[in-house]
């Protein structure tokens, strides 16, 4: 794997507080999980089951939704602003009700922040296989990088000498193990959608079914502790969207997006760590083998999708990694 380094780019920002809601433009419905980034990568917020996303800071502020067009502002004085829903990614499924397995190919990208510094991103090409009759999964990662922010990681440990915490890592790809279907937590009864006895928000039009789950509310912090290592998970959600409104299955995948933070401490010391993974899906095939090599992905070069993520992101990338 190639190993990167980028940096963070500063700048002042011209802070006031802001209540925005975040609607669809064609169906006027919330859109929940958008996040806003500001131009130096930090994650501002991330919007509520309402569409609601408070704005400290807007100046150069880019929301974004993997199934939306990126939106800039500048400077807002609308309380509502609508995202243009984009064309789906998926190819033609072929015979997926006679094979085993289904193999979901997916552009990905993990990224993670250590006290709202930018620490670690990877991006790559990734295959989710799924047999049909036990929902067994397996991945392969078809290509891949790998960028550390080497300046936030020493000066962290410089200033934290006694510190266990490896914030060095390398953030994964979204874990198949976590999808709703797949760990059969979804039921709809009178068209009403429950995961896990808690009822998960549903919007759909003619073409586009999307679900999204919050494990831990901002209100109801979740609580652990391992070894003297004390975690205080503040979010964890789940998004996915559908192409067909019809039904929830594999097949009509469209995208997945995972938000999760949590304040994290050790005797003194404490940092706060957010982790965004996302997955778009390119396409989706069925054979009767598990995983057979896809030489279409050999050339690939991963900057092809880099609309796939955050401007505000691809931005540093570019400046600081492709020239």
Do not use: W
Request: hydrophobic share 35%.
């Amino acid at each position: 794997m190639k190993k990167l380094l980028f940096l963070v780019i500063t700048s002042n920002l011209f802070a006031y507080s802001q209540n925005i809601i975040i609607l669809n433009k064609d169906t006027k419905q919330p859109i929940n999980n958008v996040s806003a980034f500001d131009e130096n990568g930090k994650i501002i917020n991330i919007s509520n089951n309402k569409g609601c996303i408070l704005l400290e800071s807007i100046s150069n502020v880019e929301l974004f939704h993997p199934d939306y067009e990126k939106l800039n502002l500048e400077t807002n004085k609308k309380d509502t602003v609508y995202l243009i829903p984009s064309i789906t990614l998926s190819d033609v499924i072929i015979n997926v009700k006679n094979n085993e397995y289904i193999h979901i190919y997916s552009y990905f990208y993990s990224y993670q922040l250590i006290d709202d510094f930018p620490q670690a991103f990877t991006d790559g090409i990734i295959v989710y296989t799924i047999n049909k009759k036990n929902k067994l999964i397996s991945q392969d990662i078809l290509k891949n990088r790998s960028l550390k922010n080497r300046p936030v990681i020493n000066d962290f440990y410089s200033k934290n000498k006694g510190a266990t915490f490896n914030i060095g890592s390398e953030p994964p790809p979204f874990s198949f193990k976590e999808e709703l279907i797949v760990n059969n937590i979804i039921s709809l009864k009178n068209n009403k959608l429950n995961v896990l006895n808690k009822k998960a928000n549903i919007y759909q039009n003619d073409n586009i079914i999307n679900l999204n789950i919050n494990y831990v509310e901002k209100d109801k912090p979740l609580n652990k502790s391992l070894f003297g290592l004390k975690s205080s998970i503040m979010s964890f959600n789940i998004s996915e969207s559908f192409s067909n409104s019809n039904n929830f299955k594999f097949q009509n995948l469209k995208s997945i997006q995972k938000f999760y933070n949590s304040k994290i401490s050790q005797k003194k010391l404490s940092y706060d760590y957010k982790l965004i993974q996302n997955i778009s899906v390119l396409k989706i095939k069925s054979s009767n083998e598990k995983f057979k090599e896809d030489k279409e992905y050999d050339d690939v070069i991963l900057n092809k999708y880099l609309y796939l993520i955050p401007e505000n992101i691809s931005k540093i990338i570019y400046e600081n990694i492709l020239n």
